[in-house]
């Protein structure tokens, strides 16, 4: 310590110099924490993405604000060059006055010029340095901070300002960064004061932090540099056009904006004005975000740009700031089954340093900002598998907090994502777009410029192609090289025209010979057309090849020159097989793809032009498995191919879902007017034709194209459908141009024109779609639909033409209301309701048909009773003088309407009243509006509220049942009735009972009017902070009751420990509430005193338990007794403890167990269900499955212990343990459970003795003689129970569950009580004449029991003479035993009577064979008998029992022993094989059919499709040969092998049906001849036999299958 000083002097001296002139930056945070509340902290949380413990950490710190500076700073939202971050999230949450003084406050601490671009400096060490001083933070005790502050030298005033501050912890550590004795890359000043102050354990604690700092540090650095390496090389070598081999572009010198639209919360479509804005859309609520659009609209040439400003730290824009990005092919992903797999493999080099385990934890670390960029979804190869890691993130069921962006086509969205998801929109490219390229990327020459922009603007069709940005691209390319460009007239045209610019610039460099070579490449590309057509409709899309799988496919030459030409592309990718080490297990491969999946869908379409129209089973199969939507231009490829095809693709296609568009765009294809042209178009505009607002531009021409064409040829047009699609009438060229600028002329053949607009059209808005009308001379009908006509025109605005036509103007299809072109108004066409209604439910068109009929009827002065909003109000226009509806249309003050009904949720604030009122004013006739379902504010100034509407007396009440009015001329809320003494809030109230009774509660508090019991029963949702109100589940919100006397709070379940403090929160707002009580749930156990809020203590509030008569000490956050007659009964009735139970259930229980001994209240039974894990005997404690701990409960009468299984005696002496320490413990049972059938002595503790405990056993009626752990009979009703009802000893039983049943079995013969039955079930060994038992194939033996009256052997197959034997040698010992049953296996036929004993006979034992009786086995004859005859034609089913099959073949075997004919057998679907000598016949049960000597006729049917082995069939031969009277052997339903020679049975005819009865084959001479014909079968016929037999039970055969893999 002697150079201490010095040292500390040194620091000293630093921190005095920089005390005179503190750091800016360090001024500005200390600035910044005292303008942030806890209200704008939150919002800032949320809108930074905080994980949720995060949040929850910053709600319930003591100083709030100073710890959300210090996680801004290390999350890199504030540093010293750039705080833009913040000031983002301050404007967008609508802080806009805290976020003017923010900026002025950096203008005036930090190095910021607000006109000049800032690259902010990028730190890794941000985030996690953060971390470690906020863990740093939480180890600094008070004494330590005062005890650094004098090592330190700090100045007394700064010492005072740290220990007086909420936090001076996070203080503490502020300065000592400030005055550098803490730093992201050293801490030693600090460590040295904390061993010098021999705080030895704060500092070991202090360096571990540090160095896993460093660590990460390090291991970030190292990880984000290899990632950057890597996509260096992808953004590195972009190919505008495939030839152009010899220029590769970095992605920034190509990219251009694309328009793009992103989705807001109602689903509507916003501009996006730049990629910088995608995921500042979401103002921090999407975590995921979708950015679909068209083939070729520059998806992942986008993606490639956000991974360039990644690398470059390209410094406005966002995605500079991720810490890491990890950018992520799709299409290469096939089969990788987890993230940190597709980072090793396509992310990170040869040699990388960073091991697997560093890339988890660096992605698992919720303080690194984490970009995931998921490229062409569309492509993946697993989208169909349901749980790939790629759906696990994209449902947030892992790597919830990382930002996800991923690309897809339009028509291949994922179809689940997580909550937290937006959606971006590419558009194309517009004129200023597709210039903007030319001249960044092509040429600076303006003149070439010009040439190339008019050559595309000349062809209008092509310009409308070239909105897809790829098209775009390959056309400016080839258009610079090209002087004149093809007269493109379909996308066909111009894909067809591309790839032969393609081979002809590849023939250009060759020679005459090789360049006849490259044509016939180029002419014949069958194989590459197949490949792609089969790779698009698998299963899963597979669009990766390996290279010399290709080469062998195509041929080297073939190859070479598509490579060449770019069509295919090469790849380099790492080929690493699993579980190997990285530097072992690497090796690269080539892998090949299209350059773009257009090209693929190309080839696909030109295969299946070629075969559409011969192979139709082809095109069915495709059509059937392919959506038109997910690959469209494979279908339009093919319309304009082959026209041929195009008229069967178009049917097909006009039968899906929205068929019609597409089926515009595959006739348009067809570039010649011919027939099947015109016979399309006819089926096309027989049906609607549709011109929409997001249709894309090429679709609008297409379908103009296809009325002009209808209008040349006067093919008439059904109905004409613009949707949304107007945007004015051009009276110089009598044309509707459209939004899209494209201009539509008068299509003459048009019966009938519908327009969809939304909001309110203005008068001349009318006047155009009626001009566009005039010039379509065969229109004689308009319809408006979702819009809303303004109420009349003036007559001589309306051209004369339209009424001498007779046009009928419907207005929404409901036709309620009409215009009359020759008064030039609106007309009511049905009568309107005494109750109008807006339901939030209602469709626009609904909506619009309604305010028309409201606004006829207003104009007509006709009287309406009541106008009902139901949860349709958006806001009150000033301008217009009208309501807006959240459907974005307008109502109209109706001066005829008599009564408002307004019917929101939630609670309504002062402006929103205000704006209803405003709406009532302009309805004259207005007298009475009524407020439901929502909550009005207490109070309105009376200078807000409109004079008039007191004037005219306007009554304001609120239902259901007019409790509440609001005077207008107060401006206040009064309750028109007297809320009594206890006022309840149920769940089952509706929410208009709700809100009314929140506003008589608040009327109540302003007035001062006491409440005596506030009940809020199942209802609560959370305490909103930034309100300080309850929210219920109704979302209705109730704020603070001044005048509340007490809180009832009834849940069910589990309360938290967050909803409980909310709930306190709450009370803390009532200022009067002196106690809360918590009814029907199970709380906390305990609650962090540092959590509960001082204010409830100073005000002595009493917190009650209901359930357990429990209150709060507040100021420990435990509870303690509070009513023992609570407990007193609850003990009385018995407790339990069961596995099923929460964690929290069954920490209620422990502690009520812990006040019952405190209390000294006896627990008359404790039950702990199935939740024993084992007995601790560190604590003597018993520790149970969820991990919670059970002390001995001296309390505890009695002890039920219920488990399922086996108990094993470890753990029946660990509950023996336990009971030894709950000392008042007289009684354990237990019950549902096998327990050992004894336990040692020596191992049972004496005590238990002693204290006389009695341990019994439910199951069996035992009780335990504890001083030799054996079980004696306790109730002997059990036993009798048990006996009464038959024992079984089964196979399948476990080893202890035989021997309590061989227990039980001794203890019914000590107490003489009779067994009705003894079942022994496939579990006999042999039988030990030595101990005269029977040995179990458990190794357990049973000796005779003298009580069983009835013995049952079930076992499978066929029992030996030895066998059966045995088992009477056990019968014999079972002095009471009259009948032996054998179930399920074949006895012998015989057995010698000298080898039976004698005593059977005399006892007169039966011998019954299977349970139906129909054979016996007698003893003195020993022989098997038959009890019933046998029926002429026996049938053997593989349907039938084991036991009746058992039964069965014994019959027969009687017979045949007996000479008795047996007729036919027949085995139905039975059998299985030939016994190995060929004298049985195995059947699927595993049992045999012997030789039959008398069996005459026998038929065997195999189940359907079965092939018949030689083996097999020559063993069914040979059988048949050893029946001596067998005359006819048949075989159906299976197929016999070919046998250039069969064997031939003397006697017997051998008939063969290869299908049930349909031909018949006979053997004759050792061949097969027909029985029709007397064919002989030759091996060709067959042959041909074989092929359709397998035809014809494949299908029955996958049926088969199929059921057998869902059982």
Same mark, same amino acid.
């Given at each position: 310590m002697a150079d201490s000083p010095s040292t500390y002097e040194a620091i000293g001296s630093e921190g005095q110099q920089r005390k005179s002139t503190p750091p800016a930056f360090w001024r500005f945070k200390i600035a910044l924490s005292t303008i942030l509340t806890i209200k704008v902290i939150l919002e800032l949380a949320v809108t930074f993405g905080y994980p949720n413990?995060?949040?929850?950490?910053?709600?319930?710190?003591? &100083?709030?604000?100073?710890?959300?500076?210090?996680?801004?700073?290390?999350?890199?939202?504030?540093?010293?060059? %750039? !705080?833009? =971050?913040?000031?983002?999230?301050?404007? &967008?949450?609508?802080?806009?006055?805290?976020?003017?003084?923010?900026?002025?406050?950096?203008?005036?601490?930090? %190095? !910021?010029? =607000?006109?000049?671009?800032?690259?902010?400096?990028?730190?890794?060490?941000?985030?996690?340095?953060g971390r470690f001083k906020i863990a740093l933070s939480t180890a600094l005790r008070e004494q330590t901070i005062q005890n650094l502050g004098a090592l330190f030298e700090y100045p007394r005033a700064l010492m005072d300002e740290i220990r007086n501050a909420k936090n001076s912890a996070l203080l503490m550590t502020m300065h000592m960064e400030e005055r550098g004795q803490i730093q992201p890359a050293d801490i030693s000043p600090l460590?040295?004061?904390l061993k010098d102050l021999r705080l030895h354990g704060v500092a070991s604690d202090v360096e571990d932090q540090f160095n896993e700092h460093l660590r990460i540090t390090g291991k970030m650095a190292a990880f984000i540099e290899e990632l950057k390496e890597t996509c260096h090389t992808l953004y590195d070598k972009i190919q505008p056009i495939p030839y152009i081999k010899e220029k590769l572009y970095s992605v920034d010198k190509v990219f251009i904006e694309v328009g793009m639209e992103h989705c807001d919360s109602r689903g509507s479509w916003k501009t996006l004005s730049s990629y910088r804005g995608i995921f500042s859309v979401a103002k921090g609520t999407s975590r995921?975000?979708?950015?679909?659009?068209?083939?070729?609209?520059?998806?992942?040439?986008?993606?490639?740009?956000?991974?360039?400003?990644?690398?470059?730290?390209?410094?406005?824009?966002?995605?500079?700031?991720?810490?890491?990005?990890?950018?992520?092919?799709?299409?290469?992903?096939?089969?990788?089954?987890?993230?940190?797999?597709?980072?090793?493999?396509?992310l990170l080099p040869r040699d990388s340093s960073v091991k697997r385990l560093d890339v988890e934890q660096l992605l698992s670390n919720r303080d690194i900002r984490i970009l995931v960029i998921f490229d062409a979804y569309d492509e993946y190869p697993d989208q169909h598998i349901e749980d790939t890691f790629v759906t696990q993130i994209l449902k947030e069921k892992m790597l919830r907090h990382v930002d996800v962006l991923l690309t897809t086509r339009s028509s291949c969205i994922p179809p689940a994502c997580g909550s937290r998801t937006g959606c971006i929109r590419l558009t194309g490219f517009d004129e200023g777009a597709r210039e903007q390229y030319v001249r960044k990327a092509v040429t600076g020459d303006d003149e070439e410029v010009q040439r190339i922009l008019e050559q595309l603007n000349t062809n209008p069709i092509l310009r409308d192609i070239c909105q897809a940005p790829l098209f775009s691209v390959m056309y400016a390319h080839v258009a610079h090289e090209e002087e004149e460009f093809h007269n493109i007239r379909s996308v066909t045209g111009f894909f067809e025209y591309m790839i032969d610019c393609f081979h002809s610039h590849a023939q250009n460099k060759v020679s005459d010979y090789k360049r006849e070579q490259l044509q016939m490449f180029a002419d014949n590309h069958h194989e590459l057309d197949k490949l792609a057509f089969d790779s698009l409709t698998g299963a899963n899309q597979q669009i990766l090849w390996d290279k010399e799988v290709l080469i062998k496919k195509f041929g080297a030459e073939f190859y070479g020159l598509y490579t060449d030409i770019g069509i295919l592309v090469e790849e380099e990718v790492i080929n690493r097989s699993r579980g190997a080490k990285r530097a072992q297990s690497i090796q690269y491969r080539t892998e090949v793809h299209f350059y773009h999946k257009l090209f693929c869908e190309w080839f696909a379409a030109c295969h299946l032009a070629e075969r559409v129209t011969s192979f139709q089973a082809l095109f069915r199969n495709f059509c059937k498995r392919v959506n038109p939507y997910d690959l469209q231009f494979v279908y339009r490829f093919a319309c304009g191919i082959n026209p041929a095809a195009a008229k069967r693709i178009i049917k097909l296609v006009q039968k899906k879902p929205d068929g019609d568009k597409f089926a515009v765009l595959c006739a348009l294809e067809q570039e010649e007017n011919t027939e099947d042209v015109l016979s399309t178009l006819r089926d096309l505009v027989s049906r609607n034709v549709y011109i929409r607002e997001n249709d894309t531009r090429l679709l609008q021409r297409t379908t103009v194209q296809l009325l002009e064409l209808a209008s040349q040829k006067e093919i008439p047009v059904t109905c004409l459908m613009l949707d949304q699609s107007i945007d004015k009438f051009d009276v110089t060229t009598s044309c509707m141009v459209l939004t899209s600028g494209l201009s539509l002329p008068g299509v003459s053949s048009v019966m009938k024109l519908d327009v969809t607009e939304s909001g309110n059209m203005s008068e001349d808005q009318c006047l155009q779609v009626l001009a566009f009308v005039k010039e379509c001379r065969d229109m004689i009908g308009v319809s408006f639909d979702g819009c809303v006509l303004p109420v009349s025109i003036p007559t001589e605005r309306i051209d004369h033409s339209l009424i001498t036509r007779d046009v009928k103007v419907s207005c929404c299809s409901d036709n309620k209301v009409e215009f009359n072109l020759r008064s030039g108004k609106l007309e009511n066409k049905t009568e309107l309701p005494d109750d109008v209604c807006f339901g939030s439910s209602d469709t626009v068109a609904e909506q619009a048909s309604t305010i028309m009929q409201l606004m006829v009827a207003s104009a007509d002065k006709i009287p309406v009773p009541c106008l009902t909003l139901g949860g349709c109000i958006e806001e009150f226009d000033v301008t217009t003088s009208s309501m807006v509806l959240t459907s974005g249309l307008s109502l109209p003050g109706v001066s005829s309407v008599m009564k408002l009904n307004v019917t929101e949720s939630g609670n309504m604030s002062e402006d929103q009243c205000l704006q209803v009122l405003a709406f009532v004013k302009e309805c004259r006739d207005m007298n009475e509006v009524s407020f439901s379902g929502c909550v009005l504010p207490v109070s309105i100034p009376t200078e807000r509220i409109d004079?008039?509407?007191?004037?005219?007396?306007?009554?304001?009440?609120?239902?259901?049942?007019?409790?509440?009015?609001?005077?207008?001329?107060?401006?206040?809320?009064?309750?028109?009735?007297?809320?009594?003494?206890?006022?309840?809030?149920?769940?089952?109230?509706?929410?208009?009972?709700?809100?009314?009774?929140?506003?008589q509660l608040m009327v109540a508090s302003a007035d001062k009017i006491p409440v005596t019991c506030l009940t809020l029963d199942q209802c609560i949702d959370k305490f909103d902070v930034t309100t300080s109100s309850m929210v219920l589940t109704s979302g209705l919100s109730l704020p603070g009751v001044s005048s509340v006397m007490k809180l009832k709070v009834t849940e069910s379940g589990n309360m938290s420990e967050d909803k409980y403090l909310q709930v306190l929160a709450f009370v803390k707002e009532c200022r009067d509430t002196n106690e809360v009580s918590f009814d029907g749930c199970i709380l906390p156990t305990t609650i962090p005193a540092r959590r509960i809020d001082t204010t409830l203590i100073r005000r002595n509030v009493k917190v009650s338990y209901t359930r357990y008569g429990y209150k709060m000490k507040l100021e420990l956050g435990q509870w303690e007794v509070d009513d023992v007659d609570v407990i007193r009964k609850l003990c009385s009735d018995g407790l339990t403890v069961s596995r099923d139970h929460s964690v929290l259930l069954q920490q209620s229980t422990i502690l009520l167990l812990e006040k019952s001994t405190q209390q000294n209240l006896p627990v008359t039974c404790l039950m702990l269900d199935r939740c024993i894990d084992k007995f601790d005997v560190t604590n003597s404690s018993l520790v149970l499955t969820s991990g919670l701990s059970l002390p001995g409960v001296s309390s505890v009468m009695k002890l039920n212990v219920t488990e399922s299984g086996n108990m094993s005696e470890d753990k029946c002496l660990d509950v023996l343990a336990f009971v030894k320490e709950s000392k008042d413990m007289n009684e354990v049972s237990f019950d549902g459970c096998i327990l050992p059938t004894t336990i040692p002595a020596r191992r049972i503790d004496t005590t238990l003795i002693r204290r006389n405990v009695k341990v019994s056993y439910t199951r069996y009626g035992y009780k335990m003689k504890l001083e030799l752990g054996q079980w004696e009979v306790d109730d002997v009703d059990v036993i009798q129970k048990l006996c009464s009802d038959g024992l079984t000893v089964s196979r399948d039983h476990s080893v202890l569950l035989q021997q309590s049943t061989i227990l039980l079995l001794e203890k019914s013969t000590q107490q003489n009580i009779p067994v009705t039955c003894l079942t022994l079930d496939q579990c006999i060994d042999k039988f030990d004449v030595t101990t005269s038992s029977m040995v179990f194939t458990s190794g357990l033996s049973l000796p005779g029991v003298s009580s069983v009256m009835k013995l049952k052997v079930t076992e499978s197959g066929i029992m030996s003479e030895d066998q059966c034997l045995q088992v009477l040698a056990f019968v014999k010992e079972c002095e009471d035993m009259n009948e032996v049953l054998f179930d399920g296996c074949v006895l012998p036929v015989s057995i010698p009577t000298e080898r039976i004993d004698h005593s059977l006979i005399t006892r007169n034992v039966k011998v019954p064979c299977c349970a139906n009786n129909k054979v016996e086995f007698n003893l003195r004859s020993g022989k098997l008998e038959s009890k019933t005859e046998l029926p002429d034609d026996v049938r053997i089913w593989s349907k039938d029992t084991v036991a009746k099959q058992a039964s069965t073949i014994m019959q027969l075997m009687v017979a045949s022993a007996d000479k008795i004919p047996i007729t036919m057998v027949r085995l139905y679907g039975s059998f299985s094989s030939v016994g190995s000598d060929s004298l049985s016949l195995v059947l699927h049960s595993g049992l045999c059919l012997p030789r039959l000597s008398s069996l005459q006729q026998l038929w065997i049917g195999t189940e359907d499709g079965r092939e018949v082995t030689v083996d097999e069939w020559t063993g069914i031969l040979n059988y048949a040969k050893n029946c001596q009277l067998l005359n006819k052997l048949e075989l159906g339903r299976c197929l016999l092998p070919w046998l250039d020679n069969n064997p031939n049975l003397d006697n017997t005819k051998v008939v063969w049906y290869p299908e049930c009865r349909v031909d018949q084959y006979i053997l004759q001479s050792g061949r097969w001849q027909r029985q029709k014909d007397d064919k002989v079968l030759t091996r060709e016929a067959y042959a041909s036999l074989v092929i359709g037999f397998r035809g014809r039970y494949s299908h029955t055969k996958w049926q088969k299958q199929r059921r057998a893999n869902r059982e």
């Open positions: 413990a995060l949040v929850d950490e910053l709600q319930g710190a003591s &100083d709030s604000a100073l710890l959300m500076v210090m996680v801004m700073e290390g999350r890199g939202q504030i540093h010293p060059t %750039d !705080i833009s =971050p913040l000031l983002g999230a301050l404007e &967008d949450t609508g802080h806009h006055g805290i976020a003017t003084e923010v900026r002025a406050w950096s203008l005036e601490y930090l %190095d !910021i010029n =607000p006109g000049k671009e800032q690259k902010p400096k990028k730190s890794l060490e941000l985030s996690s340095f460590l040295t004061a995921i975000q979708v950015i679909e659009g068209e083939p070729g609209y520059g998806k992942s040439t986008l993606a490639l740009q956000l991974v360039y400003d990644w690398c470059n730290e390209v410094s406005d824009s966002p995605f500079c700031k991720p810490d890491i990005l990890i950018f992520l092919n799709l299409r290469q992903l096939g089969g990788i089954t987890s993230i940190i797999d597709a980072i090793e493999q396509f004079q008039s509407l007191i004037t005219r007396n306007v009554k304001v009440s609120c239902r259901p049942n007019n409790n509440v009015l609001f005077n207008l001329r107060s401006g206040k809320l009064e309750s028109t009735t007297k809320l009594p003494d206890d006022v309840y809030i149920e769940s089952g109230h509706t929410v208009a009972e709700r809100a009314s009774t929140i506003m």
